[in-house]
């Protein structure tokens, strides 16, 4: 035997996660990449939207519904009924939980800087489209990225081209909704003292194994860069506590 490393064990979306997760599993899963991927207006194509299930069926009904909810054109005029029209399709609360944890911990690799890295469900027993982040390997880093940079904790800088972020940061109930899901993730799941507990335990749980890895087959620069890395993390995450509470204090 030759020992390689370690390895990381990923649960596929369409397999058992909407099995375990969802009251039924035999609705249309997407992994949505490319233009229509943004949902900006008019942009749909199906090539964008990957059908994991259901293939046989060319059924994209349930996707142009959240195009057709989202860029309705009573969303300034009558917001309370864009918001029901849009809710009536789309699992809205979910998308504002995951774009708070996103934008706290940092993932520039995902919708709003790029057009990939998540799914979509659509739960034929509720109707409704639930949004499922994917790879997040570029997460917990304030590093730049491919465009740009990570986005900003009250994302104006998002433009139109991102409307599922944009627009539900427009309207003053989404964006509570999301600023309270903000100060719930830095005092919860994402709390400093629970995390850096976190990140030593599971440090020391893969150290032996990580520093056993051959030359060849690491992604480790070296030792040192090893042991650095927790610091980073314990880092990023106290700073990111204290970035929310500033920006929630004004």
Same mark, same amino acid.
């Given at each position: 035997? &030759?020992?390689?490393?370690?390895?990381?064990?990923?649960?596929?979306?369409? #397999?058992?996660?909407?099995?375990?997760?969802?009251?039924?599993?035999?609705?249309?899963?997407?992994?949505?990449?490319?233009?229509?991927?943004?949902?900006?207006?008019?942009?749909?194509?199906?090539?964008? %939207? /990957?059908?994991?299930?259901?293939?046989?069926?060319?059924?994209?009904?349930?996707?142009?519904?959240?195009?057709?909810?989202?860029?309705? #054109?009573?969303?300034?005029?009558?917001?309370?009924?864009?918001?029901?029209?849009?809710?009536?399709? %789309?699992?809205?609360?979910?998308?504002?939980?995951?774009?708070? &944890?996103?934008? &706290?911990?940092?993932?520039?690799?995902?919708?709003?800087?790029?057009?990939?890295?998540?799914?979509?469900?659509?739960?034929?027993?509720?109707?409704?489209?639930?949004? $499922?982040?994917?790879?997040?390997?570029?997460?917990? !880093?304030?590093?730049?990225?491919?465009?740009?940079? &990570?986005?900003?904790?009250?994302?104006?800088?998002?433009?139109?081209?991102?409307?599922? $972020?944009?627009?539900?940061?427009?309207?003053?109930?989404?964006?509570?909704?999301?600023?309270?899901?903000?100060?719930?993730?830095?005092?919860?799941?994402?709390?400093?003292?629970?995390?850096?507990?976190?990140?030593?335990?599971?440090? #020391?749980?893969?150290?032996?194994?990580?520093?056993?890895?051959?030359? #060849?087959?690491?992604?480790?620069?070296?030792?040192?860069? %090893?042991?650095? !890395?927790? /610091?980073?993390? $314990?880092?990023?995450?106290?700073?990111?506590?204290?970035?929310?509470?500033?920006?929630?204090?004004?």
């Amino acid at each position: 035997p &030759v020992y390689f490393g370690l390895y990381t064990m990923v649960e596929m979306v369409e #397999d058992t996660l909407i099995k375990t997760q969802f009251s039924s599993d035999e609705g249309n899963v997407y992994k949505p990449d490319g233009s229509g991927a943004t949902f900006a207006e008019g942009s749909f194509n199906e090539t964008s %939207f /990957d059908k994991e299930t259901n293939q046989e069926e060319a059924d994209y009904s349930d996707i142009l519904a959240l195009y057709d909810a989202l860029h309705t #054109d009573n969303r300034l005029t009558d917001p309370a009924a864009w918001r029901k029209g849009l809710e009536a399709v %789309f699992d809205v609360a979910s998308f504002l939980r995951w774009l708070a &944890v996103n934008t &706290v911990v940092q993932n520039w690799d995902t919708y709003g800087v790029m057009s990939h890295n998540y799914y979509l469900y659509t739960n034929p027993e509720t109707g409704l489209i639930t949004w $499922i982040p994917w790879d997040n390997n570029m997460a917990l !880093s304030s590093e730049l990225g491919m465009r740009g940079g &990570v986005l900003s904790l009250s994302l104006d800088e998002v433009g139109d081209n991102w409307p599922l $972020i944009r627009f539900l940061m427009d309207d003053p109930i989404y964006k509570a909704q999301y600023e309270a899901n903000l100060a719930e993730v830095v005092e919860t799941a994402f709390e400093p003292a629970k995390m850096a507990e976190t990140y030593q335990y599971y440090h #020391d749980l893969i150290a032996p194994y990580a520093l056993a890895e051959s030359e #060849d087959a690491t992604m480790l620069a070296s030792e040192a860069a %090893f042991e650095h !890395s927790l /610091d980073a993390l $314990i880092t990023q995450v106290n700073e990111r506590y204290q970035a929310v509470q500033e920006y929630l204090s004004k």
